[in-house]
């Protein structure tokens, strides 16, 4: 075996790994596909999939699909054809279609982020998280002496997105408890992507005339958005205003005002994922991972610091 050894590495030769999935029928192969790879939330998650894929001697193959339904097939048939042993599926726009050609493939399949119903799915607790963020934001917001100013608002995502639904249920029902009503303008969902949330925001403020004593940020990428329009504010424009994102990013510290974030455990929902895989569960279970909420941090006067 040696003397075998030495002489294939002497003329340079490798192991046909699609030759050798074909006897084994396994290929070592195991795929993931996202919305987008900028997003730090799924970056992060990219990371722990990679991490816990190489600890189990496997080969991570990772493909973004720009949250487009049409993408997510293709590129699901592409990594089926290259014969992947399982398949992650992390944001998934379509989860039932994916679920049909995944068990048409005989592929196993996981779903995270958003769940499935048709396989295993380990999701963040969307509407604790929000619950939490709804709270802390309601319960420090300031007296504000314009009635329309003194709510709090709910900016971006969308209604048709279940993590999305979930986290609007969760700030209606602490709006509600805490303020004894909501109305229907105070939920924007607006979309993910940046332009469209610094439109509604400036129109917003335009109406209020001046930020809302308290704003929840559905995501990093509407976050974003929100950043683009607060850029051209004065300082003091934040003084009487108590901002949250749900999600977490830790350059939130050098903003100029302090923001409540909820931090997701990507890692702990790619683990509890891997462990569903090797356990061999195909039934559709739901697992909730708890997310963090990560009380604002602040550079102010020079150093961090941390509010409350």
């Avoid at 097939?73 to 054809?81: F, H, K, M, P, Q």
């Avoid at 990093?220 to 901002?243: K, N, W």
């Avoid at 455990?265 to 990560?294: K, W, Y």
């Amino acid at each position: 075996m040696t003397r075998i050894q030495a002489a294939a590495a002497q003329i340079g030769y490798t192991a046909n790994l699609q030759a050798r999935g074909l006897r084994k029928s396994r290929s070592g192969l195991v795929g993931m596909i996202l919305p987008v790879h900028e997003n730090r939330f799924f970056a992060s998650m990219s990371q722990s999939f990679e991490a816990c894929a190489r600890e189990r001697g496997l080969c991570p193959v990772i493909a973004s699909t720009l949250r487009d339904p049409k993408e997510e097939i293709r590129t699901v048939e592409t990594l089926i054809a290259y014969a992947i042993d399982s398949l992650f599926i992390a944001g998934a726009a379509d989860p039932d279609a994916l679920s049909d050609i995944c068990k048409a493939a005989n592929v196993q399949h996981i779903y995270v982020d958003l769940p499935g119903k048709d396989a295993p799915s380990v999701v963040s607790h969307n509407y604790h998280g929000a619950e939490q963020l709804s709270r802390v934001i309601v319960d420090t917001m300031p007296t504000q002496s314009n009635p329309a100013r003194a709510k709090p608002y709910f900016v971006g995502g969308l209604t048709t997105n279940i993590a999305t639904s979930l986290r609007i249920d969760a700030f209606r029902t602490v709006v509600t408890d805490r303020l004894g009503q909501i109305s229907p303008e105070q939920v924007i969902a607006c979309g993910y992507a940046p332009g469209q949330t610094a439109r509604e925001l400036a129109a917003l403020c335009d109406r209020l005339g001046g930020l809302p004593a308290g704003l929840f940020v559905n995501s990093l990428t509407a976050f974003e958005g929100a950043l683009s329009y607060f850029v051209d504010l004065p300082p003091d424009a934040f003084e009487q205003s108590v901002i949250g994102c749900y999600d977490y990013d830790p350059f939130g510290a050098f903003l100029q005002f302090p923001v409540h974030m909820v931090r997701q455990n990507s890692d702990r929902l790619i683990q509890t994922a891997f462990e569903l895989i090797d356990a061999g569960t195909t039934d559709p279970v739901l697992i909730e991972i708890e997310p963090d909420l990560i009380p604002p941090r602040t550079i102010y006067k020079g150093r961090f610091s941390e509010i409350g």
